[in-house]
DNA sequence: GGTCTATGTTGACAGACGTCTATGTCTCGG
DNA sequence: CCGAGACATAGACGTCTGTCAACATAGACC
């Protein structure tokens, strides 16, 4: 890996290595239709509606979550290729998971 | 993903998601033998000694290298879990460049 | 228009992080 | 046993991060 893939792939991790990010990414995935709103996210967790929407914000930007504004609501889906991280990730868990 | 898992896979996660270490990770995989001590790895990078000491550490600490004395010299190795890891990210960075 | 509800933004703060210099530790050769 | 080389540790410093309370914004409904 060569300086400019790890300076790619750096600030994508650093999205990911938050424990509240990585559920928030787990519960819009297996949410109905695959998106959920912030007010459906910030009960899953004990944090203020700021601190979730910095979150969100942080995964956002990160190329990670798509919004779409819908009447009051805004809704948070995945983006395409963050299927294909999640995935990843569940190679991670698991490879975690087997040394447990 | 529940609580238990996002807070095992967040600190691991942490652990790489910095250039310099994604780099060492890289660097000692590829080596001769798929090992390298420290004055190997140092001149890939403009930082001083200590400051690659502390990344290995870290690296080490979240379980992804090994350290082995022999000599004056300290050797570094992958975990053997730690293939797979670098496998899921190569995915993630095939992931990241397809969309670039 | 006014008010309520859902969400984002700002500013502040403690703690963590990346880096350096200085120093300590361990090993080998003489 | 002493000096040199390889590496780790300690302490300091500026910056980034996660969190909150307070405020701002934007749509919906009366």
Request: some cysteine.
């Amino acid at each position: 890996m060569d300086r400019g893939r790890a300076e790619v792939l750096a600030p994508l991790l650093k999205a990911l290595a938050d424990p509240v990010r990585l559920r928030l990414m787990s519960l819009i995935a297996c949410h109905t239709s695959a998106e959920a709103c912030v007010c459906d996210l910030t009960p899953a967790f004990e944090l203020s509606q700021p601190t979730v929407s910095h979150h969100l914000k942080v995964l956002h930007e990160a190329g990670l979550v798509e919004r779409e504004r819908r009447g009051v609501w805004i809704y948070y889906r995945l983006h395409p290729r963050a299927s294909r991280v999640l995935d990843a990730l569940s190679d991670l868990d698991a490879t975690v998971g087997a040394s447990r």
